[in-house]
């Protein structure tokens, strides 16, 4: 793409009432866009870090079995009510209005309930088990303190792959690898080195349930972290059964603030109690379906990395989630040469299916580099009557900082 056809422009200051350094950096460099507390836009170049991030979960989703499908957002009440979650009192986060015959619907807070009700057309028989389904969908949560950018939004993405299993034996099977599957997302997004299996409270049917916990003082929660062992323990259930429990000391573990990236949860009959979902067996008995839960919030993995992988000149993306892999930024003054020899070189390198961000706006150095130090593109080409005079281009990273020449030809 080039910068003179993205319509968005990078700014110095973010709006004052903006306290979350991930929407402050993200909204200077034009990603998104706030609408009100906790609602985000997504902006082109957002959008594609979005898409990135999406991509790798649904690759993910898919090696585990998973069935991609669209949920609605509204929500009739009658199905919420079946497992006691429609009442004000046992959920304040719902957005809840009215048809015209008066009849109360809300919008989607996330989806156990609605998809255990579908699946009674679709589940009969053992011989239909396992399933596993997942979308990537929006929730809406009316949450009190949205404080946080993208990463308690009121309107925001979530990824919720829902398990239906025989058995819990079976269902364990399937969550350890779903586990996996959430180990290998949050290594490829780039937020792997500060992500810990955390465990946390189980509900009825499991003592322990986990989350997916990134450190950064940006979070809200509270874990105590195990370094040698690679997992966590979250301050809620932190208790001497506990540590027996994963055999480990008290001593060994390090208090820090971290943000819950993705969780899941083995709900075991609840729901299909509930709302009647039920398989025959080979006797021909009726038996609950055994289910589990798991999601991720994009937006939220998306803020955490920019809470993270960002210093005070910007963004800093990895390449796995980058907006475009190469910024190319073409240093031309009045030099038709070089803005000649820069079009020829972005023309290659698109031709090649390399996705670059042009700078070919008539601006000066220092603010094309301001600005691509902003938008964190983690790979520069830099392009100027000095690089061509040796036939190459200057390759600067944008984490490291380390800069090479290199001939064009060999690029
Ligand atoms: P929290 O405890 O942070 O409020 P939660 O436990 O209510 O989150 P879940 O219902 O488990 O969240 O949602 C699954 C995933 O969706 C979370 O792990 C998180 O990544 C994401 N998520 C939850 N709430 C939000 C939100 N308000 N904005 C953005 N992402 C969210
Ligand atoms: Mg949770």
Redesign the pocket.
């Known amino acids: 793409m080039k910068q003179t056809q993205l319509f968005t422009k990078t700014r110095r200051e973010a709006p004052k009432d903006e306290v979350a350094k991930n929407a402050q950096l993200l909204i200077r460099a034009g990603f998104i866009h706030k609408e009100m507390a906790g609602v985000y836009a997504y902006l082109p170049l957002g959008l594609r870090v979005m898409n990135k991030i999406v991509g790798i979960i649904r690759e993910e989703m898919n090696a585990i079995g998973g069935q991609e499908l669209h949920l609605t957002a509204l929500q009739d009440k009658r199905v919420w009510e079946a497992t006691n979650r429609w009442s004000d009192d046992v959920l304040d986060i719902w957005f809840k209005t009215k048809l015209k015959n008066n009849s109360e619907i809300g919008l989607g807070i996330?989806h156990e309930e609605p998809l255990t009700n579908l699946m009674k057309d679709h589940i009969r028989s053992f011989r239909d088990l396992p399933i596993a389904v997942y979308q990537f969908q929006t929730k809406f949560?009316n949450?009190a303190r949205a404080k946080s950018g993208?990463?308690?939004?009121?309107e925001?993405l979530?990824k919720?792959l829902y398990s239906f299993n025989l058995d819990s034996a079976s269902h364990e099977i399937f969550y350890e690898k779903a586990k996996q599957a959430y180990v290998n997302v949050f290594n490829r997004v780039g937020l792997g080195d500060k992500t810990y299996v955390t465990f946390a409270s189980g509900g009825s049917f499991s003592k322990y349930s986990h989350?997916f916990q990134t450190v950064t003082d940006a979070g809200?929660?509270t874990i105590f972290v195990h370094e040698g062992k690679k997992i966590a323990v979250n301050k809620e259930v932190l208790n001497d059964e506990v540590l027996k429990d994963l055999n480990i000391e008290k001593g060994a573990l390090i208090e820090k603030k971290a943000v819950?990236?993705?969780?899941i949860f083995n709900l075991g009959t609840k729901f299909s109690d509930a709302l009647g979902l039920v398989y025959s067996d080979e006797k021909g008995t009726s038996k609950s379906v055994y289910m589990g839960s798991y999601?991720?919030?994009p937006?939220?993995?998306m803020g955490t990395i920019a809470e993270i992988l960002s210093d005070e000149k910007g963004l800093i993306w990895p390449k796995a989630v980058a907006p475009f892999s190469i910024h190319l930024i073409a240093l031309f003054g009045k030099d038709e040469k070089v803005k000649n020899s820069a079009d020829e070189l972005y023309a290659k390198l698109s031709a090649k299916g390399v996705e670059v961000l042009y700078d070919d706006r008539d601006a000066t150095a220092g603010e094309k580099f301001s600005d691509s130090d902003l938008i964190g593109i983690p790979v520069r080409y830099i392009i100027s009557e000095k690089t061509l005079a040796n036939d190459s281009v200057e390759v600067k990273d944008r984490v490291t900082g380390n800069v090479e020449m290199v001939k064009i030809s060999s690029l």
């Open positions: 996330t949560r949450e993208i990463m308690r939004g009121r925001f979530m919720d989350e809200e929660d819950e990236v993705g969780n999601g991720i919030g937006g939220r993995v």
